[in-house]
């Protein structure tokens, strides 16, 4: 075998070494790119919005991270965007948290208060188109669609437990009352002071968290549909005094909980103005 022909048989042997090297090059690339990509999908976030009912008629929204790791700069819009609470005007999609919530950890949720479906009638009784985007801790970019509709509640709706409702109930007998006395001043004054103590002895039977829902409810739908901005002053008054005993009876106060109790210290105000709706719309931001 001549010299020439070795040199040939080792060019081609280099040469097919090469292409062996080349291919094994691009595979390994191909498999880091599927891993890497198969690493993002199984570790990221997953933003999903829900309705969860938490008394009788009433849904509070659910902002949930299903996934394995945090997800942030979370923006969500609905769409038809309209306000959903009666006592304000405000659009949801300017609500500050729903434009931007910098953060939500793996496995957690954030939830508020969305609405009143009592009736059938009410502002968000329809359909929602929901659009979600959000970025994982590395800046990676995910959205999706979704859709809800408070409507599948309704059947759903029932008495489970004393609220507003069975404060509406007891108020409507004493209302009955009344009317039926209207001819007997004397008999007049009695029913109402008897009326006042028996609504009053109610609220205390509530726990903290009932007490938190009944103020939220009777503060947007309990006003909803009234001619005079705050009807029952006086009532929001005493149930804002019960919350604030219940905070102060725990042997330690967290920030939110100090922060709170300012909030409904001014309930209480001699000089407070309830058609302002500062100590409202800071109550609902407290407790939202």
């Known amino acids: 075998m001549t010299k020439e022909v070795l040199d040939q048989i080792n060019v081609g042997v280099q040469i097919a070494l090469a292409l062996i090297a080349f291919f094994a090059l691009v595979f390994a690339i191909r498999q880091y790119r599927l891993s890497r990509k198969r690493y993002i999908e199984d570790s990221r976030p997953y933003i999903f919005i829900d309705l969860e009912r938490t008394t009788h008629g009433l849904l509070d929204l659910v902002i949930t991270n299903t996934g394995k790791s945090a997800a942030k700069n979370i923006k969500i819009e609905f ?9 304000s005007k405000k ?47 590395e800046g990676h970019n995910f959205s999706n669609s979704q859709i809800i509709d408070p409507r599948d509640f309704i059947e759903l ?24 006395s209207n001819d007997n001043s004397k008999k007049l004054n009695n029913q109402v002071e008897k009326g006042l103590t028996s609504r009053d002895a ?14 939220k409810n009777l ?25 604030r005993d219940k905070l102060l009876s725990k042997s330690n106060l ?30 609902l931001g407290a407790v939202s």
């Open 202 to 215: 109610a609220y205390t039977l509530l726990d903290y968290k009932e007490l938190l829902v009944l103020l």
């Open 91 to 137: 659009k949801i999609n300017s609500f500050k948290f729903l434009k931007n919530l910098k953060f939500l950890a793996a496995d957690k949720n954030f939830s508020f208060y969305f609405g009143s479906i009592i009736g059938g009638k009410t502002a968000i009784c329809r359909e929602f188109s929901i659009e979600v985007t959000y970025q994982d801790a």
């Open 219 to 243: 503060l947007t739908d309990g006003v909803e549909g009234v001619h005079n901005t705050y009807p029952m002053e006086k009532d929001a008054k005493i149930i804002a005094k019960l919350i």
């Open 157 to 180: 709706v029932s008495l489970s437990r004393k609220d507003i409702h069975d404060v509406a109930k007891s108020l409507d007998e004493i209302k009955k009352e009344l009317k039926a």
């Open 254 to 283: 967290s920030d939110d909980d100090k922060n709170l109790i300012k909030v409904l210290n001014r309930f209480e105000s001699s000089d407070f103005d309830f058609e302002t709706q500062e100590v409202v719309d800071d109550f």
């Open 79 to 87: 769409k038809p965007n309209i306000a959903i609470y009666g006592h």
